[in-house]
């Protein structure tokens, strides 16, 4: 991979969707066996839930932990962020251990298709799906400094960055 392993990130996120406004600053890697989509989807993923002050981005790769989550003041994870599509048995197990459970993929549509029947006994999930065009494009220009300035509406997520600027139409398909 030619890709660095190690990014300095700040991001600086206008949410309007949650009307928030804040700066993110910190050291994240590409985890062991991680594609640069899952990190890319991780990094976008927290961004998203970062309206929240008690959002926290799995830099460990602990795979008993969701890959963004949002705790409340007891530090309970109340929100879980899964950056890939999951198994019907494990959207199941999941949906029970957390108040809202949130799937975020690229193009998922094919998948959430042969699931979707089964989900209407899950009240508390979410599945959004992005274009692989804006993974790539982020993908392509990716340097081991993330300064994203990223804006968040109702259906879009954009983000600029010294290189250009990519946009994508976030779908939310649940």
Same mark, same amino acid.
């Given at each position: ?5 190690? $990014? ?6 206008? #949410?309007? $969707? ?20 899952? $990190? ?10 970062? @309206?929240?002050?008690? !959002?926290?981005? /799995? ?12 705790? /409340?003041?007891?530090? #309970?994870?109340?929100?879980?962020? @899964? ?14 251990? @957390?108040?809202?459970?949130? =799937? ?10 042969? =699931? ?5 006994? $899950?009240? /508390? ?7 692989? !065009? ?26 600029? #960055?010294?290189?250009?600027? @990519?946009? !994508? ?6």
């Amino acid at each position: 991979m030619s890709k660095p392993f190690v $990014f300095k990130a700040r991001l600086k996120v206008a #949410d309007l $969707f949650h009307h928030a406004n804040h700066v993110e600053v910190f050291t994240t890697a590409l985890l062991k066996r991680e594609s640069v989509d899952h $990190f890319l989807l991780r990094v976008l993923g927290f961004c998203a839930l970062s @309206y929240n002050e008690l !959002t926290f981005l /799995n830099q460990k790769s602990d795979k008993s932990m969701p890959d963004v989550w949002c705790e /409340n003041e007891n530090q #309970d994870v109340v929100f879980a962020l @899964y950056a890939s599509e999951l198994e019907l048995e494990d959207l199941a197990r999941l949906s029970k251990l @957390y108040e809202k459970l949130i =799937i975020l993929g690229i193009e998922v549509e094919p998948w959430f298709n042969e =699931i979707s029947a089964h989900l209407i006994q $899950f009240h /508390n999930i979410s599945v959004f799906s992005i274009d692989r !065009t804006f993974i790539e494009e982020l993908k392509d220009n990716l340097t081991n400094s993330i300064h994203w300035d990223i804006l968040i509406e109702q259906n879009s997520m954009s983000v600029s #960055d010294k290189i250009g600027y @990519y946009q !994508t139409e976030v779908k939310q398909l649940c």
